[in-house]
């Protein structure tokens, strides 16, 4: 009898030991850095794939995006980063956007310019050619995932819905991308 109960305890100390292990190692995101190397290596084409934040709010301007192409640039700059994009509505438009990072020395914080309260942090992605931002700014706190290829991994996603649940973010929005990008322009 002494030993069933014993095996038992084990068995389920097993069981809360792995959960507890699994979302330690999820919570766990390494920076990338800011140096010349990562601006050239996150230079280009980023598709947005899915958000997680702590609550629905944190996410609502992404409700009705079908799908979100970016293009990373250097700026004028040596200190900035020139990000252009374009927003597929839900209904077929298409937005066009732009952006101004700007770098801080030895920081992994991105300034949004124009935007004061705004701080963007960038993480490595366990999904080959993704990154993970984290935005934070008066109200909000939201993880992103960009990916090169606008269908990632299904285990990329799986991931990074583990990694920010780990993280407080309870609400999960996965762009559907069921119609084609907008035009890009590079320039």
């Keep these: 009898m002494f030993h069933q109960i014993w095996a038992t305890l084990l068995y389920f100390y097993g069981i809360l030991f792995d959960s507890i292990d699994q979302c330690s190692?999820?919570?766990?995101?390494?920076?990338?850095?800011?140096?010349?190397?990562?601006?050239?290596?996150?230079?280009?084409?980023?598709y947005f794939i899915a958000g997680a934040a702590p609550t629905e709010e944190e996410l609502a301007t992404f409700g009705p995006v079908d799908n979100i192409v970016f293009n990373m640039a250097a700026g004028s700059a040596p200190?900035?980063?020139?990000?252009?994009?374009?927003?597929?509505?839900?209904?077929?438009?298409?937005?066009?956007?732009?952006?101004?990072?700007?770098?801080?020395?030895?920081?992994?914080?991105l300034r949004t310019e124009g935007r004061p309260d705004m701080k963007t942090k960038l993480f490595n992605s366990?999904?080959?050619?993704?990154?993970?931002?984290?935005?934070?700014?008066?109200?909000?706190?939201?993880?992103?995932?960009?990916?090169r290829s606008p269908n990632p991994p299904e285990k990329c996603v799986e991931e990074f819905q583990a990694q920010t649940s780990c993280l407080d973010s309870k609400t999960f929005l996965l762009t559907p991308r069921n119609q084609e990008a907008c035009e890009l322009s590079t320039n």
């Design 25 to 46: 190692q999820h919570s766990q995101l390494r920076t990338a850095g800011v140096e010349k190397e990562f601006q050239e290596s996150h230079l280009g084409r980023w």
């Design 126 to 147: 366990s999904c080959p050619d993704g990154i993970t931002l984290k935005e934070t700014g008066q109200g909000y706190q939201r993880f992103l995932l960009y990916n």
């Design 79 to 109: 200190t900035q980063l020139r990000l252009r994009a374009t927003i597929r509505t839900k209904d077929g438009s298409c937005v066009p956007r732009e952006w101004i990072y700007r770098l801080t020395d030895g920081s992994t914080v």
